[in-house]
């Protein structure tokens, strides 16, 4: 980017960033491979002010004062030269007056002592400002800002931009009309291939009811036939009148929350009560701290953007080259801070850049950073907090594609240390359209009832991600157990879960985590009971569908079936010749103990 001529980012292309390489662009982004050019509305940049934290500056109608008594009047004099004013990101604390809708304890800055780095979550979000007056020479500007006294940084950030790759009631008679889908939504399945959430739908709050999940972007179709009965609408900002964006939206929640019904699709905790922030006019910072003021602890907020990084000069590509996770930039990294303080899960986009997040290059603090920030990206950096996901392939075959081995890296993700998890980032059957044109199984004029099998990127991912979630929220909800803190989810992510496998030059030594298993996560936060019983009756499962689940020893105990994975050839055959020679069953010569409907021993006897 240059000030004399500034590059729009977010003019081209959805599914990842754009997520999607439009046509005539090169085949890197994850709709390569597929046709179609899609046309984002920009989003805007955004010039942001970092207070030194000595200084303690207070934005008031009349200019800016400083606290701790430091001399403002070189800042004050440019603002008025220039028409410029300062507006706090995120407010001040609880002494102060903060913009907008805030709770009574958003933190904010402390009097006392400003002579340091801020070390706390509390005193970041009082340092960020955002400038108002001026859509040019943003470069020129920041670069100007951030040598006068009490300015400890100022920079420009491009705008945010959907890691996809107006309010209408819908078509009644259509949506009666709409096919059941959810065949096609093979992430739904188990696990290795899916998240399992057909069988969290059979544990009490396994639907995520009780679940709050806010959604950080630039527009929806509220009114989609599959979202508008849990759907609490739009808690900050003003949606863009976009399509791009608002099929974006409506997917990424789609995946998230989409209605049971029966007919068109299902989302993975279709019991969340889900909403919206927009963050354009407002800013991702302010957007995301918007959504977890919204939130008790133990909810989530989706961040489904990425942003054009240091490696192309901050420039947006077609392919979506170089993008990365909001959080580099230190306004984005304090809001997501923020929410995890109070509890809340920050689930967000790995990005769609191809790019190793441990890279050198994201160590280096570029000009206008202040002074006190490090790389929250790479693997030894400061934690923000989020949940920060990576996109995995399908299963070979998922509508009758091949994008390489299960679970292996699509070249397209961010990959490093930083990632915790990852979702299908390609095939992903939800709401809402194709790009910013009607949905490829479901079109028509009504596009409150358009649903597409092709939504993809880190958007797709990071929205399975916060999915899967939600239901271990919900779960333990109804066990009256404490809600997943941001830390124990990473933990839980990182610990369970089917993991990332090989393909050919994308090792899974370069990470993206392993994709989220709801019944083992679900299984590590609330151990079964163990019980035991007699077997009466054998089923062995020799070849098992879907081929990638394991093979499986069944066994009919205390009135139900229990599932041993891949026995060892001699239990297998100690088994089958207890029932052979009648010995099972009756005589109670094979002996089981479960949990749930796994097996966890199991002994065979010559005698009961």
Not at 200 to 216: D, H, L, S, Y
Not at 525 to 544: C, H, K, Y
Request: with cysteine.
């Amino acid at each position: 980017m240059t000030d004399g001529q500034e590059h729009r980012p977010g003019t081209s292309g959805p599914y990842g960033s754009p997520n999607g390489s439009p046509s005539g662009g090169p085949a890197h982004g994850p709709r390569a491979g597929h046709p179609g050019a899609f046309t984002y509305l920009p989003a805007d940049h955004e010039l942001i002010v970092v207070a030194d934290p000595a200084a303690a500056l207070r934005a008031h109608p009349g200019g800016i004062r400083s606290d701790s008594g430091a001399d403002v009047t070189a800042l004050n004099r440019f603002l008025t030269d220039e028409q410029l004013t300062l507006e706090p990101l995120f407010g001040y604390g609880r002494s102060d007056d903060r913009p907008g809708d805030r709770s009574d304890d958003r933190p904010g800055g402390r009097s006392g002592d400003r002579s340091r780095e801020p070390a706390h979550d509390d005193e970041l979000p009082a340092l960020f400002h955002r400038v108002r007056g001026t859509e040019r020479h943003h470069h020129e500007l920041a670069a100007r800002l951030a040598v006068l006294p009490g300015v400890d940084g100022a920079y420009v950030k491009p705008g945010a931009l959907p890691a996809y790759g107006p309010h209408g009631e819908g078509d009644t008679a259509l949506a009666t009309a709409t096919p059941d889908f959810t065949a096609r939504q093979g992430y739904l399945g188990p696990a290795p291939g899916g998240v399992d959430a057909r069988w969290a739908w059979t544990q009490p709050g396994g639907t995520g009811e009780g679940v709050g999940v806010v959604a950080v972007e630039g527009a929806w179709r509220l009114g989609h036939a599959d979202l508008g009965r849990k759907l609490a609408g739009i808690v900050a900002g003003t949606p863009l009148e976009d399509p791009a964006w608002c099929n974006h939206g409506t997917s990424t929640l789609g995946v998230v929350g989409g209605d049971r019904t029966g007919r068109g699709i299902t989302g993975i905790a279709p019991g969340t009560l889900t909403a919206a922030a927009s963050f354009p006019g407002i800013g991702s910072a302010r957007a995301v701290c918007a959504a977890a003021d919204r939130l008790p602890p133990g909810g989530l907020v989706l961040v489904a953007l990425h942003r054009p990084g240091p490696r192309f000069g901050y420039r947006h590509r077609d392919d979506q080259r170089g993008c990365i996770p909001l959080e580099w930039w230190p306004d984005d990294f304090a809001a997501v801070r923020y929410a995890a303080a109070r509890g809340v899960l920050v689930v967000a986009a790995g990005g769609n850049g191809g790019e190793c997040l441990d890279d050198p290059l994201y160590e280096a603090r570029p000009d206008g950073f202040p002074s006190w920030w490090r790389n929250p990206i790479g693997a030894a950096g400061p934690s923000s907090g989020a949940v920060l996901v990576g996109a995995g392939a399908p299963p070979p075959g998922t509508h009758g594609r091949d994008h390489g081995p299960d679970r292996s890296r699509l070249a397209f993700s961010n990959h490093g240390g930083r990632l915790d998890a990852q979702g299908w980032g390609l095939e992903v059957t939800t709401a809402g359209g194709y790009g910013d044109g009607a949905g490829d199984l479901q079109g028509g004029a009504q596009e409150d009832v358009w649903y597409t099998d092709v939504f993809c990127g880190t958007s797709a991912a990071s929205a399975m991600v916060a999915g899967a979630l939600a239901t271990v929220q919900g779960v333990l909800a109804a066990a009256g157990r404490e809600p997943l803190s941001p830390t124990r989810a990473r933990q839980l992510l990182r610990t369970t879960g089917s993991r990332q496998q090989d393909a050919p030059g994308r090792p899974a030594s370069q990470r993206i985590g392993s994709r989220p298993d709801i019944r083992a996560a679900v299984g590590r936060l609330l151990p079964s009971r163990v019980a035991s019983g007699t077997a009466e009756r054998l089923w062995d499962e020799l070849i098992p569908y879907p081929p990638e689940r394991p093979p499986q020893l069944r066994l009919y105990v205390a009135g139900a079936w229990r599932g041993l994975d891949s026995p060892d050839p001699a239990v297998r055959q100690a088994v089958h010749t207890a029932f052979a020679s009648g010995r099972a069953g009756s005589t109670g010569s094979v002996r089981v103990w479960y949990a749930d409907d796994k097996v966890v021993g199991l002994v065979v006897t010559d005698s009961p």
